[in-house]
């Protein structure tokens, strides 16, 4: 079983940074997919960022996102930069152990284990 602890959120204006850390328990092989995904009071979780051999977004967050690994430190990073009151969000990492085919890093439920959340607060 692998854990997933992430770091890094907080509050912040908007037009600011942030990074979030995600620390992985278990070893990050780089063919798993490495996520993250947000969830703002009263919505659905949605897909943000992930990882493979190459990396992927959300339309949402293009140009301000960045998400990065190092597998040999078994962590993952999302660079938030120029935040938005929208972004406001809880944060989650999460890993996919499995192959991955076409867009399934877009589906929340393909992904094995996940991260209890950081909150990141943006304020106008």
């Known amino acids: 079983q692998v854990q997933l602890v992430e770091s890094g959120g907080g509050l912040v204006q908007a037009g600011g940074s942030l990074r979030l850390s995600c620390a992985a328990s278990?070893?990050?092989?780089?063919?798993?997919?490495m996520g993250w995904f947000r969830q703002a009071p009263g919505k659905e979780r949605e897909f943000v960022a992930a990882?493979?051999?190459?990396?992927y977004y959300a339309d949402f967050v293009k140009g301000r996102f960045t998400i990065s690994r190092d597998n040999a430190k078994n962590m993952v990073y999302l660079q938030m930069n120029s935040l938005k009151p929208e972004d406001t969000a809880v944060y989650y990492c999460?890993?996919?152990?499995?192959?991955?085919?076409?867009?399934?890093?877009?589906?929340?439920?393909?992904?094995?284990?996940w991260g209890q959340g950081t909150q990141v607060t943006v304020s106008s």
């Open positions: 990882s493979e051999r190459t990396t």
């Open positions: 999460a890993i996919g152990m499995g192959q991955f085919y076409g867009r399934t890093y877009l589906v929340s439920g393909a992904y094995d284990y």
């Open positions: 278990g070893h990050i092989f780089s063919s798993y997919t």
